[in-house]
């Protein structure tokens, strides 16, 4: 369980951090690639109750709740982003 906590964690982490460029080229992707992007966020948002449901079970070891917030933040900073390219929103409670 640890390490496929550690996967999703840095998954989700690396394409988070990757949507600043994602939005620069949104207007000259296809309608294909758009939809391969929406198809995978799917996926990683499906991950990410998972994440959050080892978070507050307490399954997670310290430095992955201290990963699990750090994306959290990353996430809600980039929602306008994430709206603006048409993706879902994170289906989880964001911090305040």
Not at 5 to 10: A, H, K, N, R
Not at 80 to 93: G, H, M, Y
Request: proline share 7%; aromatic share 8%; glycine share 2%.
């Amino acid at each position: 369980m640890t390490l496929k906590i550690d996967l999703d964690l840095q998954n989700i982490a690396v394409e988070a951090a990757f949507l600043p460029e994602l939005e620069r080229g949104w207007a000259s992707e296809s309608e294909t690639n758009r939809y391969v992007w929406y198809s995978e966020w799917l996926d990683l948002m499906t991950r990410l109750k998972h994440l959050d449901a080892a978070h507050t079970s307490g399954v997670m070891t310290a430095e992955q709740q201290d990963r699990f917030r750090a994306l959290l933040a990353r996430l809600k900073a980039a929602a306008p982003i994430i709206a603006r390219v048409d993706l879902p929103l994170p289906p989880i409670p964001m911090p305040a």
